[in-house]
Every structure is written in C-alpha cells, then in structure tokens.
C-alpha cells in the first residue's frame, strides 16, 4: 500500500510535493545504481573466498541483504509499483556509461600502483562510493527543503536512507583494504566522479527513466505518492 503523509497548511503541501518529487524521482535513481553496483561486487567477491570470509564476508553479506529490505520498502510505499520498476530498473542502464567510467578511473589508478585484483576492487570502490553518494544527495535535498519550507521531511521518506546498507558495505572494505594505503584521490578519478555525481544530483537520467516506464506503463498519471 502507498504510504499516506500529512501536511499541515498550504506551504507545508507545497514543500512536500516538491519534496516527494525530488526524492522518488531523482535521489530513488542513485539509491537504486548505488544498490545494483553493490549487487555486481558481492557476485564478483562470492567467486573469491580467499578474500572474501570471515568478518568481510559478513558485513558484505549483511550489505546485501539490508540493500534488498530497503528495496522492498521502497517499492512497497509505491502507488504504482509496476511503474516504480520500470522507472527505476532502466536507471541502470541509462547511467552505466557514466558509472563505468568511474569505475574504470579507479582500476587505472590501482594498476598504476600495481595493486592485484584491481578489477574487483573497482567495483568495490565504485559501490562504497555510489552509496555514499546517495546519502549525501539525500541529506542535500532534505536540507534545501528545510531551509526553503521550514520542515524537516526526513521522516516521511525513511526508505531512502541507506545508512545501514553504506556502514555495513564500509566496515567489509575495512577488512578487505587492511594494510593498504592507496590515495585514489586522483584528477581522473576526481573528474569522473564529478561527472557522474552532477548527472544524478541535476537529474539528467530521470527523462530516459520516464519515457520507458511510460511506454510500458501508459495508463499512469499520478505522483508516486498520495499526499494528504
């Protein structure tokens, strides 16, 4: 069932609409890349026990599993879940471009080091990376709404707080990057990630991820929440 949210006054109503706008349409596309490149990396590690055990295994597999409840929480406060779907599985395709230059950023400066397995460790890093980009556009959004309406809206759109799924994932790279001391903090690494970062915080994904859940989903009209 869609979650229902109450506002208090015709200021309050404006703020929640644009509120509720920004996050399920623009800060849900990070939330849902930043989850699938987390997907991509644990399959990747499930193939190398060497590294992947003990206490990494377990926060890895604790990263997976709470970015698979937030999944379903969000989708479950959905008025239309279909479309939900369609809108946001096609973000993955829409910003692979721009996240697999990112990533590949990382790799080329872990082989200029020389580090092993520097493919897996990309993808590691873009996916620790991705989630906490998205809580920071998240708490950005919150903040402008605040300061624009006066009302903190964090609690009414809690799915879309990946914290627990960002400290778990960073507590396994803790393990996995013990006793390497790597500055990835380079100008290609910098600029891409700018890039991609600016891609989602202006929401140049969300046209291509309307027009395909349109097309497959063309009797939808309302928001993606009622608001009361």
């Known amino acids: 069932m869609p979650k229902k949210i109450y506002y208090y006054g015709e200021k309050d109503l404006q703020g929640m609409r644009w509120t509720a706008r920004t996050v399920d349409f623009g800060v849900s596309l990070s939330v849902i890349a930043a989850i699938n490149e987390l997907y991509s990396a644990h399959s990747m590690l499930l193939d190398r026990p ?6 990494a295994k ?43 230059l990112f990533r590949v950023s990382i790799k080329s400066e872990l082989d200029r080091v020389k580090f092993p397995d520097s493919d897996l460790y990309a993808f590691i890093e873009c996916a620790r990376v991705l989630l906490e980009m998205s809580i920071t556009q998240f708490d950005c959004i919150m903040k402008k709404a605040k300061d624009r309406w006066g009302r903190d809206y964090k609690k009414d759109f809690l799915e879309y707080r990946i914290g627990e799924v960002s400290g ?14 790597i500055d990835l903090n380079s100008e290609q690494v910098t600029c891409m990630f700018n890039k991609m970062c600016m891609k989602f915080a202006e929401g140049s994904y969300i046209d291509a991820c309307m027009a395909e859940a349109h097309k497959k989903n063309p009797n939808f009209l309302g928001n993606a929440i009622d608001v009361k």
């Not at 060497?50 to 206490?55: I, K």
């Not at 479309?83 to 096609?90: A, I």
């Open 168 to 181: 778990h994932w960073n507590k396994m790279c803790e393990e996995l990057y013990k006793g390497f001391d």
């Open 50 to 55: 060497d590294l992947f055990r003990q206490t």
């Open 58 to 100: 377990r926060f890895g597999n604790l990263a997976v599993s709470a970015a698979s409840r937030r999944e379903v929480y969000i989708k479950s406060n959905m008025k239309d879940q279909s479309f939900w779907s369609d809108y946001s599985d096609r973000v993955i395709d829409v910003a692979e471009s721009d996240i697999t």
